[in-house]
Protein backbone atom coordinates (compact mmCIF):
# COMPACT_ATOMS: atom_id res chain seq x y z
CA UNK A 1 0.00 0.00 0.00
CA UNK A 2 1.27 3.20 -0.46
CA UNK A 3 2.05 5.91 1.45
CA UNK A 4 0.45 9.03 1.97
CA UNK A 5 1.06 12.19 3.74
CA UNK A 6 -1.46 13.70 5.19
CA UNK A 7 -0.13 17.30 6.39
CA UNK A 8 -2.98 17.54 8.81
CA UNK A 9 -2.78 14.59 10.68
CA UNK A 10 -1.34 14.06 14.30
CA UNK A 11 1.43 12.14 14.94
CA UNK A 12 3.36 12.44 11.69
CA UNK A 13 7.21 12.74 11.32
CA UNK A 14 9.19 16.06 11.82
CA UNK A 15 10.17 14.75 8.12
CA UNK A 16 7.02 14.15 6.47
CA UNK A 17 5.63 17.81 8.08
CA UNK A 18 8.37 19.81 6.27
CA UNK A 19 7.69 17.88 3.07
CA UNK A 20 4.02 18.40 3.11
CA UNK A 21 4.41 21.95 4.39
CA UNK A 22 7.04 23.28 1.63
CA UNK A 23 4.84 22.49 -1.84
CA UNK A 24 1.86 24.09 0.76
CA UNK A 25 4.04 26.93 1.55
CA UNK A 26 5.03 27.41 -1.87
CA UNK A 27 2.09 27.11 -3.56
CA UNK A 28 0.53 30.00 -1.04
CA UNK A 29 3.55 32.18 -1.72
CA UNK A 30 2.53 32.08 -5.90
CA UNK A 31 -1.05 32.72 -5.38
CA UNK A 32 -0.31 36.14 -3.03
CA UNK A 33 2.32 37.33 -5.02
CA UNK A 34 0.70 40.37 -7.03
CA UNK A 35 0.43 39.76 -10.54
CA UNK A 36 2.02 43.21 -11.29
CA UNK A 37 5.61 41.62 -10.15
CA UNK A 38 5.36 38.82 -11.98
CA UNK A 39 5.06 41.08 -15.25
CA UNK A 40 7.93 43.12 -14.61
CA UNK A 41 9.80 44.11 -18.10
CA UNK A 42 11.86 41.11 -18.72
CA UNK A 43 15.36 42.37 -18.38
CA UNK A 44 15.19 45.66 -17.22
CA UNK A 45 13.65 47.11 -19.96
CA UNK A 46 12.65 50.90 -20.22
CA UNK A 47 11.06 53.38 -22.08
CA UNK A 48 14.22 54.59 -23.35
CA UNK A 49 14.14 54.59 -27.03
CA UNK A 50 12.35 55.95 -30.26
CA UNK A 51 9.17 55.75 -30.23
CA UNK A 52 6.21 56.21 -32.73
CA UNK A 53 3.23 58.01 -31.73
CA UNK A 54 -0.43 57.63 -33.31
CA UNK A 55 -2.92 60.37 -33.50
CA UNK A 56 -6.03 59.92 -31.19
CA UNK A 57 -9.20 60.31 -33.72
CA UNK A 58 -7.60 58.42 -36.49
CA UNK A 59 -5.33 56.16 -35.74
CA UNK A 60 -2.52 57.43 -38.08
CA UNK A 61 0.96 57.79 -37.37
CA UNK A 62 1.85 61.45 -35.89
CA UNK A 63 5.46 61.37 -35.26
CA UNK A 64 8.53 60.22 -32.97
CA UNK A 65 9.48 60.93 -29.64
CA UNK A 66 12.88 60.27 -28.08
CA UNK A 67 12.72 59.24 -24.17
CA UNK A 68 15.94 59.70 -22.49
CA UNK A 69 17.36 58.89 -18.92
CA UNK A 70 19.32 60.96 -17.10
CA UNK A 71 19.95 60.14 -12.87
CA UNK A 72 16.78 57.92 -12.87
CA UNK A 73 14.45 60.75 -14.60
CA UNK A 74 13.05 60.15 -18.06
CA UNK A 75 12.31 62.82 -20.11
CA UNK A 76 10.75 63.00 -23.69
CA UNK A 77 11.04 65.42 -26.94
CA UNK A 78 9.14 65.24 -30.37
CA UNK A 79 12.25 64.34 -32.65
CA UNK A 80 9.96 64.30 -36.08
CA UNK A 81 6.32 64.58 -36.84
CA UNK A 82 5.29 62.86 -40.52
CA UNK A 83 3.44 66.32 -41.64
CA UNK A 84 6.13 68.24 -43.06
CA UNK A 85 3.28 71.20 -41.74
CA UNK A 86 3.57 70.43 -38.13
CA UNK A 87 7.24 70.36 -38.23
CA UNK A 88 7.58 74.37 -38.87
CA UNK A 89 4.97 74.80 -36.23
CA UNK A 90 5.21 76.29 -32.67
CA UNK A 91 3.33 75.92 -29.33
CA UNK A 92 1.24 79.10 -29.41
CA UNK A 93 -1.13 77.34 -26.59
CA UNK A 94 1.54 76.68 -24.40
CA UNK A 95 1.57 78.62 -21.24
CA UNK A 96 4.93 78.09 -19.86
CA UNK A 97 8.76 78.57 -21.22
CA UNK A 98 7.76 76.52 -24.27
CA UNK A 99 5.56 79.06 -25.33
CA UNK A 100 6.03 80.02 -29.09
CA UNK A 101 9.10 77.78 -29.73
CA UNK A 102 8.89 74.65 -32.62
CA UNK A 103 6.97 71.92 -31.78
CA UNK A 104 10.02 69.62 -33.66
CA UNK A 105 12.72 69.21 -30.77
CA UNK A 106 10.35 70.11 -27.66
CA UNK A 107 10.67 67.96 -24.35
CA UNK A 108 6.70 67.00 -23.88
CA UNK A 109 7.10 64.76 -21.07
CA UNK A 110 9.56 65.75 -18.10
CA UNK A 111 10.26 63.98 -14.24
CA UNK A 112 9.29 60.13 -15.18
CA UNK A 113 10.88 57.98 -12.48
CA UNK A 114 10.48 54.11 -11.99
CA UNK A 115 7.95 53.12 -9.59
CA UNK A 116 7.86 49.15 -9.97
CA UNK A 117 6.83 47.93 -13.28
CA UNK A 118 6.07 51.50 -14.43
CA UNK A 119 7.11 54.95 -14.44
CA UNK A 120 5.10 57.91 -12.97
CA UNK A 121 5.43 61.47 -11.17
CA UNK A 122 6.30 63.53 -14.18
CA UNK A 123 3.97 65.65 -16.82
CA UNK A 124 3.16 65.44 -20.30
CA UNK A 125 2.41 68.59 -22.64
CA UNK A 126 -0.22 68.11 -25.09
CA UNK A 127 1.45 70.86 -27.76
CA UNK A 128 -2.05 71.57 -29.42
CA UNK A 129 -3.72 72.62 -26.89
CA UNK A 130 -0.53 73.78 -24.53
CA UNK A 131 -2.22 71.37 -21.38
CA UNK A 132 0.51 69.83 -19.24
CA UNK A 133 -1.35 66.55 -17.66
CA UNK A 134 -0.10 64.14 -14.99
CA UNK A 135 1.45 61.29 -16.86
CA UNK A 136 2.35 57.15 -15.82
CA UNK A 137 3.71 55.16 -18.50
CA UNK A 138 4.09 51.37 -19.04
CA UNK A 139 5.67 48.61 -21.31
CA UNK A 140 3.51 45.73 -22.81
CA UNK A 141 4.19 43.06 -25.13
CA UNK A 142 7.82 42.46 -23.86
CA UNK A 143 9.24 46.11 -24.18
CA UNK A 144 7.73 46.61 -27.91
CA UNK A 145 4.63 48.66 -26.74
CA UNK A 146 4.34 52.03 -24.59
CA UNK A 147 1.32 52.64 -22.71
CA UNK A 148 1.51 56.51 -22.03
CA UNK A 149 -1.65 58.15 -19.77
CA UNK A 150 -1.87 61.79 -19.58
CA UNK A 151 -4.93 62.27 -16.36
CA UNK A 152 -5.67 65.21 -14.28
CA UNK A 153 -5.90 64.57 -10.49
CA UNK A 154 -6.11 60.82 -10.74
CA UNK A 155 -5.26 58.20 -13.17
CA UNK A 156 -8.96 57.34 -13.54
CA UNK A 157 -9.88 60.88 -15.47
CA UNK A 158 -7.44 60.67 -18.13
CA UNK A 159 -6.74 58.76 -21.49
CA UNK A 160 -4.36 56.37 -22.52
CA UNK A 161 -2.04 56.31 -25.65
CA UNK A 162 -0.33 53.01 -27.40
CA UNK A 163 2.86 53.98 -28.68
CA UNK A 164 5.43 51.58 -30.65
CA UNK A 165 8.86 50.98 -30.41
CA UNK A 166 10.94 52.23 -33.71
CA UNK A 167 13.08 49.10 -34.53
CA UNK A 168 16.48 49.53 -35.44
Known amino acids: MPYRLNIFARGTTKMANRMGVFPLFALLLILLVPGELLAQPAGGAT ?21 EEQGGVLTGRIAAT ?25 TIITGMRRNGDRWDGGEILDPQSGSIYHCSMRLKDGGTKLIVRGYVGLPLFGRSQSWLRQSG
Open 82 to 106: LDPHDATKVCTACKDARKNLPISGM
Open 47 to 67: PVGRWRTFDDKTGLERGLVVI
